[in-house]
């Protein structure tokens, strides 16, 4: 059959009722209709003008939750959906790079009615607002800060010239003038020309950050912009015009430079946004279509040709090619892919051609999840950064207190002239912006975010960053971490002249039809061997014990123990092979013949099974030793023997602790246990049956996590692949962040601290503090970034 012809899966038709504030009239709600109407997948629309209410029937799976509340919004309406929750813009917000910005917003739309709530992410430059708003209120009042704010999604494909440009233009003119200014004065000796260059620098300079400055005083905000304006200023108010024309340059070319660098940042989180092909090609009607990749539905069926990227989470229908996941799951060798097998969107295909179903919509594909989780985790605070906000609300003030007692106090005591005291002053209100500071956690936050969800591991916040940077213990679950949660068997005992191949025919031939998981290692393992069972005649379970199955005119028995020691044909020798397995941590089951039903059965032999350990856990655990964890401990459900043995495979150093036949709760209580004496645990889990355990740890880490939708959900950190070295990896890297943030800070507030002093020691001029200032920022910018590539 030829895939490209079938008919997609039809999508869900889904109706929601949205509250929607301000649709006070006929045509107020033609305007909400119209732009419902208009958005591809709504089927109807209902509009109650006396109830302020619209009901929308679409089909799920063409719209993202939240593409409703975003139509009305962009015509000026404010909404809530039928929950009751409060309405949510996001924002990107141009011009917020500092976090003087932020405060300025703050104090802005905090006073506006209808605003419950306030995100920010400064370094995405992203501003969310909850409550009864419209976003053209806040785009409104946020012009009036000297700022452009545009709803996420409602931006224009391409900026004007001057506003790619014009900050650039300004800052180098600024520089030619200052330039001349120097010329003048030092070398040609024209003192009229010199103060005329100057000035002619300050307003290229200022063009950006006088008007800002003077906002902010109007908004009874200081930030950095009216400090520097207040300096450059008072700088020509006592005659010192080439100060002031140099603060004015270096700080216009400091913020073009931090503009910059913060955009690598941003531009880390771009990177993940466009892995995924902006196209696919899809079958409908018969034929090839090229269309938008989020225009692909559930139950389309995509070509990928050989070299393109996968546009949609799906299943190969037909086709073998080599897979790139190093995008999704971080894995370094391409993944063969064949019919049946599960790909993901953003990974590279071979050089075969596959033909792929569509599984999931554009906007919950395992690539979207990442990029909304790392853009959440964004907005999240570490508690580091918590610490820094805190500081500079008091620090600013402080400061500026500072300088108004520097410049007043001197000189009424008469420790020397008004017009040298007031330069310090100045060059104090240069230093009073936390700037470096503020942006040295959530820079490195936001660059460690991106560079491991390159690597295939999802950090879910700069919280559970620190977290596992700090843990001291990891906990592991045993079954399907550890291990590989499917038995296999390892070894064949046969009884009384029986051969192997024997035993393991009959065993094969009664578990055919059995989908237990020993069953199904009995029949892999006699399928590798290329050993042929014979059919059974009939087959009858023995409820929790074994199977019962006749092949021939004989019967033959497969179970447990149990069953075997019921019919009391087990001797001593038997029951010491029992003994041997369990030691080892093998799971034992019989097989036996007779004859007839009611006669005894006469034992064959015994297969051990056992769960495989997956292949790098013992060198993960090293590696996580060496990393500097202290301890490692094993939580499980299974008998002492069993772990105790999964343990001993794993070698040293290793397990430090087993602690076996765990209930889920009693693993809670372990890991609380852990936790005492200022331990951080980090425990390692399937996300989906460890969930209490991962929830009480410090971190929960979820592995193999690529296309799991509750791993993805509920752990901390999502391991995409199914692979254990990413553990240590994933520590390291924590390590490596959670260093750079305390340096980051520790510069900062050292080199604030040194320019407070030099400042008021006479020893530092105003261009030397502006450089100091900017130059910090810069440094914490790159130093942050190396987290990137930790």
């Excluded at 005894?600 to 051990?608: D, K, N, T, V, Y």
């Amino acid at each position: 059959m030829k895939y490209g012809s079938n008919a997609p899966v039809p999508a869900q038709v889904t109706q929601r009722t949205l509250e929607v504030s301000g649709m006070d009239c006929s045509s107020c709600a033609d305007t909400v209709e119209k732009a419902l109407r208009h958005m591809e997948g709504v089927e109807d629309v209902r509009v109650d003008v006396v109830g302020g209410r619209v009901s929308v029937r679409y089909a799920e799976g063409k719209l993202a939750r939240g593409d409703l509340e975003a139509a009305i919004t962009r015509v000026g309406y404010r909404v809530k959906d039928d929950s009751g929750a409060a309405h949510r813009d996001v924002f990107n917000v141009e011009g917020m790079d500092c976090a003087d910005e932020v405060r300025l917003i703050e104090g802005k739309l905090g006073n506006l009615p209808g605003v419950t709530r306030l995100g920010f992410d400064l370094v995405a430059r992203r501003l969310t607002v909850e409550g009864e708003i419209t976003a053209p209120e806040i785009e409104r009042a946020i012009g009036q800060l000297g700022m452009r704010a545009r709803l996420v999604g409602a931006e224009p494909a391409e900026t004007g010239w001057w506003e790619r440009h014009g900050r650039l233009t300004l800052a180098a003119i600024s520089g030619a003038l200052w330039l001349l200014s120097l010329v003048a004065a030092h070398v040609l000796g024209n003192e009229r020309a010199a103060p005329v260059f100057a000035v002619g620098s300050m307003i290229a300079g200022g063009w950006y950050i006088i008007p800002r400055g003077i906002r902010a005083a109007m908004n009874r905000a200081l930030d950095m912009n009216f400090l520097m304006s207040v300096a450059a200023v008072g700088a020509l108010f006592i005659g010192e015009y080439e100060e002031a024309a140099s603060a004015l340059f270096l700080f216009a070319v400091a913020q073009l430079l931090e503009t910059y660098s913060m955009d690598r940042a941003r531009n880390a989180i771009k990177a993940l946004m466009s892995l995924s092909p902006a196209q696919a090609t899809v079958f409908r009607g018969g034929r090839e279509e090229r269309i938008p990749a989020d225009q692909v539905e559930v139950g389309d069926v995509v070509l990928v040709r050989p070299g393109e990227k996968i546009a949609v989470d799906g299943t190969v229908l037909s086709g073998r090619s080599a897979v790139n996941q190093s995008p999704i799951t971080g894995e370094s060798i391409p993944v063969e892919k064949e019919p049946g097998a599960e790909v993901f969107a953003g990974t590279l295909n071979g050089e075969g051609a596959l033909e792929v179903r569509s599984i999931k919509p554009a906007s919950d594909t395992t690539l979207a999840r990442i990029i909304h989780s790392v853009e959440e985790a964004q907005a999240s605070r570490a508690p580091s950064q918590t610490f820094v906000d805190r500081f500079a609300r008091v620090y600013t003030p402080i400061v500026v207190a500072t300088a108004f007692a520097v410049f007043l106090l001197p000189p009424v005591l008469g420790f020397g002239a008004w017009g040298e005291w007031f330069y310090r002053a100045l060059v104090l209100l240069v230093v009073a912006c936390p700037c470096a500071l503020v942006i040295s956690t959530p820079v490195t936050v936001v660059s460690a975010l991106a560079g491991s969800a390159r690597r295939g591991i999802l950090i879910k916040g700069g919280l559970h960053l620190e977290n596992a940077g700090r843990a001291t213990i990891v906990a592991f679950d045993k079954t399907g971490t550890l291990t590989e949660g499917q038995p296999e068997v390892v070894d064949i005992v046969p009884f009384d002249g029986t051969s192997a191949t024997e035993v393991l025919e009959l065993a094969a031939a009664a578990e055919a039809r059995s989908e237990h998981p020993l069953a199904r290692a009995v029949m892999r393992f006699a399928q590798e061997r290329n050993v042929v069972a014979p059919t059974p005649s009939d087959l009858s379970a023995v409820v929790g014990r074994g199977v019962v199955a006749t092949i021939g005119e004989r019967k033959v028995y497969v179970g447990s123990e149990r069953l075997f020691r019921e019919f009391g044909v087990l001797d001593p020798w038997m029951l010491s092979v029992v003994r041997k397995f369990s030691e080892a941590g093998q799971t034992a089951v019989f097989v036996a013949t007779a004859n007839s039903a009611d006669q005894r059965p006469m034992m064959r032999g015994a297969i051990a099974l056992a769960d495989r350990v997956r292949p790098h856990a013992a060198s993960a655990l090293r590696t996580l030793h060496e990393a500097g964890i202290d301890r490692v401990v094993m939580l499980t459900g299974d008998s002492e023997a069993t772990a105790k043995a999964v343990a001993e495979k794993l070698g040293r150093p290793g397990i430090d602790e087993v602690r076996a036949g765990l209930l889920p709760d009693e693993k809670v209580r372990a890991i609380h246990e852990l936790r005492q004496h200022g331990a951080r645990v980090l425990m390692v889990g399937d996300g989906v049956n460890d969930a209490p355990a991962l929830a009480a740890a410090d971190v929960g880490v979820a592995m193999g996590s690529a296309g799991t939708d509750v791993a993805l959900e509920t752990a901390d950190i999502a391991l995409m692949a199914d692979d254990l070295t990413k553990l240590p990896e994933t520590v390291r890297f924590a390590r490596k962040a959670e260093g750079i943030i305390r340096a980051n800070i520790a510069f900062s507030i050292l080199t604030k601290a040194a320019f407070v002093v030099l400042a008021v020691a006479g020893f530092a001029t105003l261009w030397m503090a502006v450089l100091a200032d900017m130059g910090a920022s810069l440094i914490v910018i790159a130093n942050g970034l190396r987290a990137l590539r930790a």
